[in-house]
């Protein structure tokens, strides 16, 4: 099921039409609230926000490919490097987002992110993925020179619009093995990350069990599980995001998140 939220309520995706369910997507991934199905309208009669449009929680983890690890210079974490991104960075399909003034290096990384569907509190590895609501495509826009000023990883990461997050919460049952995903971006139609997440060094499970031994993980909190090599800073010369650059993030099997960047107003 594809599920997707707009500023009155969520959804699912069915023939290409929009099937009203409720209000609360997160109280519908708690099990508070049950789904109710109202009238179908086509999708271009909806004004679509983030599947989760306001996450609890968001848990990032770096460096979790191998060969984006060797990208970057660093070496092969023994353990996930994890920090945090906020509501006010996440955006729906389609949004434009600004790039603030005060950066000139703004990045992008294709992500898989992980949605909690139950409560989940030091879960062993081989009962993790009965966790999961289900999967979305994001971008983890960073602005490179905050993050490496004084070592300012939120700064350069927690910024307002910086989680684009879509188009749609792709329920768990359509996917059965989360560590065999193609995962892609291309920077105005160009291919700049090309991968698959079987290259995790940390897979979705082990992230779980890892986060949730200390942060209690609960429904719609969001795990951003890391981006495969391509990233801007990598290239030679680094190469940056600019007002107009249109990024798009692709995974098989959960569709295309589109975010055009902007020039800061």
């Not at 920090?83 to 960075?89: D, I, M, R, T, V």
């Not at 995790?200 to 499970?205: D, E, L, R």
Request: hydrophobic share 40%.
């Amino acid at each position: 099921m594809h599920l997707v939220s707009h500023s009155d309520g969520f959804g699912r995706v069915e023939d290409d039409k929009f099937v009203p369910m409720g209000r609360d997507i997160l109280a519908y991934l708690s099990g508070e609230e049950k789904p109710h199905d109202g009238a179908p309208c086509g999708l271009d009669d909806v004004d679509l926000t983030a599947p989760v449009p306001r996450p609890g929680k968001i848990i990032c983890v770096g460096l979790n490919y191998r060969d984006h690890a060797a990208e970057t210079g660093k070496p092969i974490p023994a353990e996930p490097i994890l920090f945090a991104k906020f509501a006010n960075s996440v955006v729906g399909d389609g949004a434009t987002v600004p790039i603030p003034a005060v950066t000139s290096e703004v990045d992008w990384e294709a992500e898989l992110g992980v949605v909690i569907g139950r409560v989940a509190r030091a879960v062993p590895v081989d009962r993790a993925l009965a966790h999961v609501a289900g999967y979305v495509c994001l971008n983890d826009l960073s602005a490179r020179d905050l993050q490496r000023s004084g070592g300012q990883w939120t700064r350069g990461k927690a910024i307002d619009g910086f989680l684009p997050m879509g188009p749609a919460l792709v329920t768990a049952d359509e996917v059965p093995d989360p560590q065999q995903i193609d995962i892609a971006c291309t920077v105005n139609g160009e291919v700049v990350q090309n991968s698959n997440t079987r290259e995790m060094i940390f897979g979705v499970a082990e992230l779980i069990s890892v986060i949730s031994q200390t942060i209690t993980l609960e429904p719609g909190d969001c795990i951003a599980t890391g981006t495969p090599p391509g990233v801007g800073m990598a290239q030679s010369p680094p190469r940056y995001l600019r007002g107009g650059d249109v990024v798009v993030v692709s995974i098989a099997g959960l569709g295309d998140l589109t975010t055009t960047m902007a020039d800061p107003v």
